[in-house]
């Protein structure tokens, strides 16, 4: 099954454009009349039919629809960007592969790289919800600092860990509590500082350890995903 992406959803009509609109009309060659599956990556999966080929856009009558239930509970990881670009979106495509809920870009005294391009990392989680078969986008966001992204986000989950080197020594797989809503702080390669460890833990952030072995920042948030997905 090939899935396009479109959150542009009008009663029983659906449109694809931009990308998706492309790959369709021009690669795939659909013509009126096909039927296409379409997910709005709200956890829907729309079978439509193509009533209107533009030069911009696709416009899909909607025949059937099929809805998945949230992810439950909500897994999400917070991690501060990689100076190389492309090892933090290897970590977006494959977090996205395995299902996470949210991915949070934080900003911390030591982050080398001080903007993230959301758009492409909004176009990279599309392209690996699709590869994935999966119909929940994550939701993606970024902070300025440890403390903004704790007076926004902090409430929203029941278990909150923060990971980094030299301190930690419970391991966040042997005291995580399965079913409810958890986060993950992962800092930069030059790790958190520890004004912002406390501004953490004050907020009931707890220390945890990820194995023995010092882990780049992408690998770590991997790592982490994996341990709160599967224990």
């Known amino acids: 099954m090939f899935l396009f992406y479109s959150d542009n959803v009008d009663g029983q009509t659906i449109s694809i ?11 795939l060659r659909k013509k009126i009349g ?6 709005d990556g709200q956890g829907q999966i729309f079978t439509a039919e193509i009533t209107a080929i533009q030069k911009q856009i696709t416009i899909c009558h909607i025949v059937d629809k099929i809805s998945s239930k949230p992810i ?5 990881i917070a991690i501060s960007p990689t100076k190389n670009l492309s ?22 005294q030591r982050t080398e790289k001080k903007s993230v ?8 989680c599309i392209s690996a919800m699709k590869q994935s078969l999966q119909v929940h986008l994550p939701q993606i966001q970024s902070y300025k600092s ?11 989950y029941e ?3 923060i990971a980094y080197c030299d301190g930690p020594t419970d391991l966040l797989k042997d005291i995580l509590k399965s079913k409810i809503n958890t986060i993950l702080l992962i800092g930069p390669e030059g790790d958190f500082t520890e004004n912002e460890i406390k501004e953490a833990t004050t907020a009931s952030f707890i220390p ?7 882990l780049r920042t992408e690998t770590a948030g991997l790592v982490g995903l994996m341990m709160m997905k599967y224990s």
């Open 146 to 156: 440890v403390n903004e992204l704790i007076e926004n986000v902090g409430s929203d």
């Open 117 to 124: 391009n959301l758009e492409r990392i909004h176009k990279i």
């Open 34 to 39: 096909d039927q296409i599956k379409i997910t």
């Open 159 to 161: 278990q909150k860990f």
């Open 17 to 27: 454009a931009g990308d998706e609109h492309q790959h369709c009309a021009k690669v």
């Open 87 to 108: 090892r933090i979106e290897w970590f977006v495509e494959k977090a996205v592969e395995i299902g996470i809920s949210a991915i949070y870009f934080v900003h911390t």
């Open 208 to 214: 945890v350890s990820l194995g023995d072995s010092r």
């Open 72 to 76: 439950v509970p909500k897994l999400s």
